[in-house]
């Protein structure tokens, strides 16, 4: 009795057993068959085929786990054990087949960070006594009015409440940064909230040395969603099957990891647009100083495209798409960090660099240089020939020639990579320093497109490759004042009609107007054939805008005689004399003076003449006083100097005294 007990204790456990591993069967593949459904769009045949497999095993161990189940006490125990043994290794199978695309997926899907981190400063210059949120009392505070910004406004009204800065303190809303900045700098406020990329962003905007002129005081850092930059940006759907648009957006900074937030400076701005079923490309690099209306600004006042950057991504993507009559479907964002990973994952990018070239390497600490020639460059080398801009005779646009080169050899090492687990390495690789709005699925529907690309690099047919069409903008260069800043910065002035081509050519890419076929050009035997840049031209010169000349120094019938060369109504206040100050700066734009420009008369032409002469003698006194100065410091250096080499020599023979008579 106590025996049978017994073999029925053991038979209900073998049947647990069995109908357990049944189950752990089901969830394993029910596991690996969710993920391979996340692959959509690659290799959907091969997907169906082996999701029908694992379905039949689940049916085959399920069966044959019911046989034994049944059967238990019938003598299988022989039958029993090779199937526990099999259907453990086929639930291993499963689940490392699962994890793999689990782990491929969440690196793919690491690009597209769903949380942003946002760091607002409270910002004093640096001879203020205050060193603290705590040590400003009866401060003026500057910060953003525009309820969009969360660096700007959100987390400055967080500030301003918790510390109750409002009971001590007055607050000072503007439109824009650069008037904040402008003020403080004028003491006409002594405090304000600015965002974390300040230092970046305004340095490059006629404040070279804002990071030695202030200090932060305080900062706050928030966790918001990151939201939807535009209606018809296809981030929560759509593929890459059809013709789409994508801005790549380089971000400056020496981090590590990239903060979705933190916005491209406008240095790196490239709108690619792609026909995956012709497999061409077109390539526009915006320049830096592009004069064009800011979106997110009161008016869509004109300024450098660049400054759109301070704003966020949302100001500058909708910029450019208001600019070049273009909707931008994606972005990709990569800092300096991720681009020299990306070039270094890839085996390097082949450049045939046509001068010697210097500038720091991705953390600012030592300066990495680049000799002429055709090379592989690795990621710091790649970096400074997509950087350097300022040892180039044509600058930002040799800067914009190069950063294509460099993508273009990147996407052509892509082609050449063969092995999965090398794409999984460059994605393991780029996953903290890269943002998108592509969202994983969205990224795979282009693995076709890029298999066929492969397949295609690999056969003879290579009619068939990539076709990359650059576009380059053309225009004008102007110094124009700049309201914010308040001084005149230098600004390139786009040709309408090279705006123009280019926005064709991509439109036409995209699908959106009718494709011209090219059927026929010229060629001369006795030039090498270049391949056309759209946008290059020729076209009419452009004047650009007409500017508000100087006046200071005129008679008044000077003045007015230049007035009316520029079409400029005048009024005068004062005395008879010449022109001492004009109510509206040299440089500004005419079409945005509203009545008159006033201009302030010296009582007589002495008195501007002496004071002319008084301000001269004054700054040629102080030229020789630092002159002077200059001199007595030299001389003091000199003279301590001397006392150093007189009391080394008297060292020295001492010395040999004491060795030639011990």
């Known amino acids: 009795m106590q025996q049978n007990k017994s073999k029925n204790k053991k038979y209900i456990f073998k049947k647990f057993l069995i109908v357990f591993l049944n189950l752990l069967i089901l969830f394993a593949s029910g596991y690996a068959i969710s993920k391979i459904i996340l692959l959509n769009s690659i290799e959907t045949e091969i997907r169906y085929i082996l999701i029908g497999v694992f379905i039949l095993f689940d049916l085959v161990f399920a069966i044959r786990g019911i046989f034994i189940v049944k059967n238990i006490n019938k003598g299988v125990n022989k039958k029993r054990i090779p199937y526990i043994t099999l259907s453990l290794i086929y639930i291993i199978i499963l689940l490392i087949l699962g994890l793999v695309i689990n782990f491929f997926y969440s690196k793919l899907g690491s690009l597209n960070k769903d949380n942003v981190s946002y760091t607002t400063y409270l910002v004093v210059r640096s001879d203020d006594k205050a060193n603290s949120i705590n040590d400003i009392k009866k401060y003026t505070i500057g910060m953003i009015d525009d309820k969009n910004l969360p660096d700007g406004y959100t987390i400055s009204k967080n ?91 380089g971000v400056d900074t020496t981090e590590e990891v990239l903060n979705p937030k933190e916005a491209a400076h406008g240095d790196t701005l490239i709108l690619v647009t792609f026909d995956p079923k012709t497999l061409n490309t077109t390539m526009l690099s915006i320049p830096r100083d592009s004069y064009v209306p ?105 800067r914009n020639k190069h950063q294509q080169e460099v993508v273009l050899a990147i996407i052509d090492k892509i082609k050449e990579i063969r092995d999965v687990s090398k794409f999984n390495q460059i994605l393991n690789t780029i996953s903290n320093s890269m943002d998108t709005n592509l969202t994983p699925s969205q990224m795979l529907s282009f693995y076709n497109v890029l298999k066929d690309m492969i397949s295609t690099n690999s056969s003879s047919n290579k009619a068939k490759l990539i076709n990359v069409e650059q576009l380059k903008i053309v225009g004008t260069n102007q110094m124009i004042f700049d309201e914010r800043a308040n001084m005149k910065l230098w600004n390139f002035i786009p040709n309408p009609l090279s705006v123009k ?56 019938g000077a003045a007015k005689t230049r007035a009316q060369q520029y079409g400029v109504s005048l009024s005068f206040t004062g005395g008879n004399g010449n022109v001492v100050s004009q109510n509206y700066p040299e440089g500004k734009r005419i079409d945005l003076i509203s009545g008159n420009v006033v201009l302030t008369l010296s009582k007589t032409a002495d008195d501007l003449e002496e004071n002319t002469k008084d301000k001269n003698n004054k700054e040629l006194k102080n030229k020789d006083n630092k002159d002077i100065e200059k001199n007595n410091k030299d001389k003091t250096k000199e003279e301590e100097k001397d006392n150093a080499n007189n009391n080394s020599s008297n060292s020295t023979t001492s010395s040999n005294h004491s060795t030639v008579a011990p």
Not at 368 to 383: K, S, T
Not at 508 to 536: D, Q, R
Request: glycine share 6%.
């Open 294 to 398: 800011i979106a997110c600004w009161k008016n869509k006042a004109k300024n450098k495209i660049t400054h759109a950057a301070m704003y966020g991504d949302k100001c500058t993507i909708s910029t450019i798409e208001e600019f070049l009559d273009v909707k931008i479907d994606y972005y990709a964002k990569i800092n300096f960090k991720g681009f020299t990973k990306l070039v270094d994952a890839v085996g390097g990018v082949k450049i045939n660099v046509e001068k010697s070239l210097c500038t720091d390497n991705s953390n600012r600490e030592k300066v990495v240089c680049v000799n002429p020639g055709e090379q592989i460059l690795d990621g710091e080398h790649a970096l400074v020939y997509a950087r350097n801009r300022k040892q180039l005779i044509d600058g930002d646009f040799g």
């Open 501 to 556: 081509d280019d926005t064709n050519a991509m439109k036409s890419n995209l699908g959106l107007i009718p494709h011209k076929e090219i059927t026929t050009f010229k060629f001369s035997l006795a030039h090498p054939y270049e391949k056309e840049v759209i946008g290059s031209g020729p076209y009419r010169s452009v004047a650009g805008y007409s500017l508000l000349p100087s006046f200071i120094g005129l008679s008044k």
């Open 159 to 249: 500030i301003i409440n918790e510390y109750k800065l409002e009971d001590d303190n007055t607050i000072e809303k503007f439109s824009d940064y650069n008037s904040i900045i402008s003020k403080l700098y004028k003491k006409e406020i002594q405090a304000a909230f600015l965002p974390s990329n300040y230092v970046e962003t305004l340095s490059s905007q006629g404040y070279e040395n804002i990071s030695s002129e202030t200090k932060v005081i305080y900062k706050k850092t928030m966790r918001f969603k990151k939201t939807k930059l535009n209606s018809h940006v296809k981030s929560n759907g759509g593929d890459l099957t059809n013709p789409f648009s994508i801005l790549l957006m």
